[in-house]
């Protein structure tokens, strides 16, 4: 899929590349990252996985995927996943960055234009996110750019040996 680069403040949107496996592995090797994230998402993160990553994504034809650049280099990640069947007007929201990084506004921002790019170029009219219980900041994140909270899932999720309720946010179109 062809993706326009998406600049914002002090980071851009950009496809990924070949070239971004090691960055990936050096700020996505962290398990403050993978524990807010699915098991899809792995600890440890080796270059193997980088690489088999970035394949994946370059050989997707429905999800709207961007690296997070800060200054050159590939510090993060951030998606629109296109559901299917009856919920094929909702696309999935999900990110991660590099703690070097948090608390910047960095995804704030990113949310923000992703959120309006998949508004302006796809038929989805609800765009939402699964966020662990324990992820304050992430649903911080989506407060601030106008999701609701839908519902809470109690004890949808086991992550690291514990039971975690899911909070799901949405925006709509």
């Given at each position: 899929m062809k993706l326009e680069v998406l600049k914002g403040s002090c980071f851009e949107l950009r496809p990924w590349l070949t070239e971004d496996a090691e960055s990936i592995v050096r700020h996505a090797n962290n398990q403050k990252i993978a524990r807010n994230l699915r098991d899809g998402f792995p600890h440890p993160y080796t270059l193997?996985?980088?690489?088999?990553w970035i394949e994946m994504i370059q050989n997707n034809n429905k999800d709207v995927v961007y690296?997070?650049?800060?200054?050159g280099e590939a510090c993060g990640g951030?998606?629109?996943h296109a559901q299917?069947?009856?919920?094929?007007f909702n696309a999935e929201i999900g990110f991660w960055l590099s703690e070097i990084h948090w608390n910047n506004g960095i995804v704030t921002e990113a949310v923000g234009l992703l959120v309006d790019y998949?508004?302006?170029?796809?038929?989805w009219v609800r765009i939402f996110a699964g966020v662990f219980s324990s992820n304050l900041a992430s649903m911080r994140v989506f407060e601030k750019n106008g999701f609701t909270q839908?519902?809470?899932?109690?004890?949808?999720?086991?992550k690291e040996g514990i039971f975690l309720d899911e909070y799901i946010f949405s925006k709509l179109k």
């Open positions: 193997s996985d980088a690489v088999s690296a997070i650049d800060v200054r951030i998606g629109l299917q069947d009856v919920y094929r998949g508004f302006a170029n796809y038929q839908e519902a809470i899932h109690s004890k949808a999720l086991k």
